[in-house]
């Protein structure tokens, strides 16, 4: 078992091309890939070895997963637990990482592209935007799995900000309804984006008057990703200060040579 170690992986949001490099090897060195089946394309387990054995934990217990892993990594074999998108956004890691290391058993974790930026491509948005909304506020649906009423959606659209929801497309009525209660105009855009990445995507773009409406006409009950705000579609918004050429900043003086770094402009590298 020297230097074994257990891998929790990052998918992607479907596109085999959008695997980080690392997640690639890991899996064509893999003995053992535990993938979640509701969500990972399959295609993407296509790179494993034809003797890799590959089991979907749609239909398992956390309980049940972490026994295979255990078992396997005591065999010494190499073990991926591969998570769509990014496994640290709704991906039930804290617990796999506390009871890997309740078992002494080592691990890391290896992040991938989350449906949250796959998304905003596909919408062809930028979620932060300077004079629109500089925060993003992620959050789910909260029908079966209730959430805290601090942070139920209309507890949230207060803020008016860039808001992501996760597993909510299957009550998006009631989304909404929370989202204009709680303090977006229904001009508000939408952007909602089903399969993002695979080659069945579908980017529906709307407000919050008629989302829902575009929503059942296209018959998207599952697997989409909801953004709302007006950085969706943009009436105005201000250019970054960044690359601004009037402002200056410790990696890029004006045309006078004057760097301002020393004034409140805190140091920032490159986005
Ligand atoms: C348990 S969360 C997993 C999120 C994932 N960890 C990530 O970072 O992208 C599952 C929810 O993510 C969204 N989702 C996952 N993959 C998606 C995709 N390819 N396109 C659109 N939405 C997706 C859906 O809202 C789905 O209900």
């Known amino acids: 078992m020297t230097g074994n170690k257990v891998y929790i992986v990052g998918a992607g949001p479907g596109d085999p091309e959008l695997l980080t490099v690392k997640a690639h090897r890991l899996l064509v060195q893999a003995d053992l890939v535990i993938y979640a089946g509701s969500l990972v394309n399959p295609e993407i387990l296509r790179v494993c070895r034809p ?13 049940e997963v972490m026994s295979m892993i255990e078992r396997a990594y005591l065999e010494g074999r190499k073990v991926v637990r591969l998570h769509s998108g990014d ?26 592209v989350s449906v949250l930026t796959s998304a905003a491509a596909s919408l062809g ?9 500089q925060s993003i506020l992620i959050t789910r649906g909260g029908q079966r799995i209730p959430l805290d009423p601090r942070e139920d959606i209309r507890a949230l659209a207060q803020h008016r900000s860039t808001m992501v929801i996760f597993a909510a497309i299957h009550m998006i009525e009631r989304v909404v309804r929370d989202l204009v209660e709680g303090g977006y105009s229904p001009e508000t855009p939408v952007g909602v984006v089903y399969h993002s990445t695979w080659p069945d995507e579908l980017v529906i773009r709307g407000t919050l008057q008629d989302i829902v409406r575009k929503v059942k006409e296209a018959r998207i009950y599952r697997t989409a990703l909801i953004v709302v705000g007006d950085v ?7 250019r970054s200060k960044l690359y601004d050429p009037g402002y200056t900043h410790s990696f890029r003086r004006g045309n006078s040579g004057a760097s301002r770094a020393e004034e409140s402009v805190p140091a920032q590298r490159d986005p």
């Open 51 to 63: 003797d890799a054995e590959l089991v979907n934990s749609a239909t398992m217990t956390m309980e």
């Open 87 to 112: 496994p640290h956004i709704y991906g039930a890691i804290r617990e796999q990482m506390d009871m890997l290391r309740e078992k002494g058993i080592p691990y890391e974790v290896v992040p991938g």
């Open 125 to 133: 948005t930028e979620l932060t935007l300077e004079g629109v909304s």
């Open 232 to 238: 969706v579609d943009p009436k105005n918004y201000r």
